[in-house]
């Protein structure tokens, strides 16, 4: 079986590396498993891109489609195109996509117009907010998948009851756990952590991102300012996504216990969420991964697409309304937040599954 994996946004890199290392096993042992790594170029920075195929290991990419920048409808338009390209002069098996990002969208639909089989790992996940990028790619993807890998019995059912055929969907797990267990004993100490006098669990990880967060200016000031007054002065460690960079330049910020700083690499980023006292976020990977590692996390968001994170985990939804970030944080530092458990099947081997299912296909 030949097969195209498809990565293009930072969450792509984490959930692909263990299907690769599971593939070169299963190669090793006889399997006729045959891949290439397509990296769409969706993430054209370095900082958000490059750092993770050398910090989790992952071959360089046999393809660079180079189809970063511009709106979502030309980054689309640019991986489709060139994505065809590449297939019409080198057909493959199987068309395997992660995630939510544009990416996993754009080259399902090319290669289901030229019959290609494809996989979704991470399918059935859902918000239910038709106003969220993600929301459309899941949807569309899941509408012409043809091989379902779901991380939760939430998001399995979420497919049933859109009409899935049972036999198509297949509960393995989270792969994104897979990799955060294995790089668990490697995370490193970055350089913030001396620059800004860091000690274990007492300080604070920020992540913000999406547009409803981060262009209305006035929000995103109000979102720091309470992060701040909450804080008792304790370090405030903000890692910005380009997009949050460059609107944050038209602010005047000066609080010395916020530290904003690039983008970290895997290794780092993880040992600093690892040793905070909690994460204040509105990404749903970072859920999962705090929620493993025990650490408190509040989604600044009205809905999210992994409930389990909520209900078994140590996530709290809290809302966009930049007054509830002080009473979250107050019961942090009281004591009062939840301990949270592991969901099933989030053990580090939902990759080895995967590969075994496929290894049955092929």
């Known amino acids: 079986m030949n097969i195209d994996l498809i990565v293009g946004a930072r969450p792509n890199f984490m959930k692909i590396s263990p299907i690769v290392d599971s593939l070169i096993r299963y190669q090793q042992l006889g399997h006729n498993f045959k891949f290439r790594i397509i990296h769409t170029g969706q993430h054209f920075d370095s900082s958000m891109s490059d750092t993770f195929f050398s910090d989790l290991g ?82 569309v993807t899941d509408a012409i998948t043809d091989y379902f890998f779901t991380t939760s019995t939430i998001a399995t059912q979420n497919l049933l009851n859109s009409g899935v055929d049972s036999e198509k969907i297949h509960f393995v797990g989270n792969t994104m756990i897979d990799t955060l267990l294995k790089h668990k004993n490697k995370f490193q100490r970055p ?44 370090p405030i460690i903000f890692p910005l996504h380009p997009r949050t960079s460059n609107v944050l330049k038209k602010l005047n910020l000066n609080y010395p216990n916020l530290f904003l700083i690039n983008p970290l690499g895997y290794l780092e980023f993880n040992y600093l969420v690892e040793n905070s006292k909690a994460v204040i976020t509105d990404s749903g990977g970072i859920t999962e991964e705090t929620t493993v590692l025990g650490i408190p996390c509040m989604t600044i968001r009205d809905n999210t697409e992994r409930p389990e994170t909520v209900t078994e985990g140590t996530n709290e939804l809290i809302g966009t309304n930049p007054n509830s970030i002080i009473a979250a944080i107050t019961r942090v530092f009281d004591g009062n937040w939840k301990k949270g458990s592991i969901p099933e099947k989030w053990d580090g081997k939902s990759a080895s599954r995967i590969v075994e ?3 049955k296909l092929s």
Not at 101 to 126: D, F, N, P, Q
Not at 191 to 218: C, G, Q
Request: with cysteine; glycine share 6%.
């Open 58 to 139: 992952i071959p360089k990419p046999d393809v660079n489609l180079g189809a970063g920048g511009g709106s979502q409808a030309q980054q689309t338009a640019n991986i489709m195109v060139g994505y065809e390209s590449l297939l019409f002069t080198s057909k493959v098996d199987l068309c395997l996509v992660v995630g939510d990002v544009t990416s996993t969208m754009a080259c399902a639909i090319v290669a289901k117009k030229l019959h290609i089989k494809v996989a979704h790992v991470e399918a059935g996940i859902r918000s239910y907010d038709i106003t969220m990028p993600e929301e459309i790619n899941r949807l």
């Open 191 to 234: 350089e913030i952590w001396e620059k800004a006098n860091l000690e274990s669990k007492k300080y604070f990880i920020v992540t913000l991102h999406r547009p409803s967060n981060v262009d209305n200016l006035e929000l995103l000031n109000s979102y720091l300012s309470n992060i701040v007054i909450a804080a008792k002065n304790l």
């Open 357 to 359: 299912i496929l290894s």
